[in-house]
Nanobody, 117 residues
Framework: QVHLVESGGGLVQAGGSLRLSCTVSEGIFSFNAMAWYRRAPEKERELVATITSGNKIHYADSAKGRFFISRDGARDTVYLQMNSLKPEDTAVYYC???????????WGQGTQVTVSS
């Protein structure tokens, strides 16, 4: 069973920064891609950023220039550095690990990010 544990969420003022962490029970390079998603109240889940095992990185337009995804293989951890936060970034942020061969995506429990104006 694969487990993902997110941390680092919290309450921050607009313009502030947070760094989210996602630690995986198996090696992060076991997966084709690691990703961060978010779900704001009454909104659809949104892909924020992905990083593949080949180190390809993709950002949603809303995240470009402000959010940065990275990983530490030694710690089996993926990070999301979030800068210049806006109230519209308020959401529960989820980490996922994708295995394209098995067609499976594993999820963490989520961490709440609240940005006050």
């Amino acid at each position: 069973q694969v487990h993902l544990v997110e941390s680092g969420g919290g309450l921050v003022q607009a313009g502030g920064s947070l760094r989210l962490s996602c630690t995986v029970s198996e090696g992060i390079f076991s997966f084709n891609a690691m990703a961060w998603y978010r779900r704001a109240p009454e909104k659809e889940r949104e892909l924020v950023a992905t990083i593949t095992s080949g180190n390809k990185i993709h950002y949603a337009d809303s995240a470009k220039g402000r959010f940065f995804i990275s990983r530490d293989g030694a710690r089996d951890t993926v990070y999301l550095q979030m800068n210049s936060l806006k109230p519209e970034d308020t959401a529960v942020y989820y980490c996922s690990a994708g295995d394209y061969v098995l067609g499976v995506e594993y999820w963490g429990q989520g961490t709440q990010v609240t940005v006050s104006s």
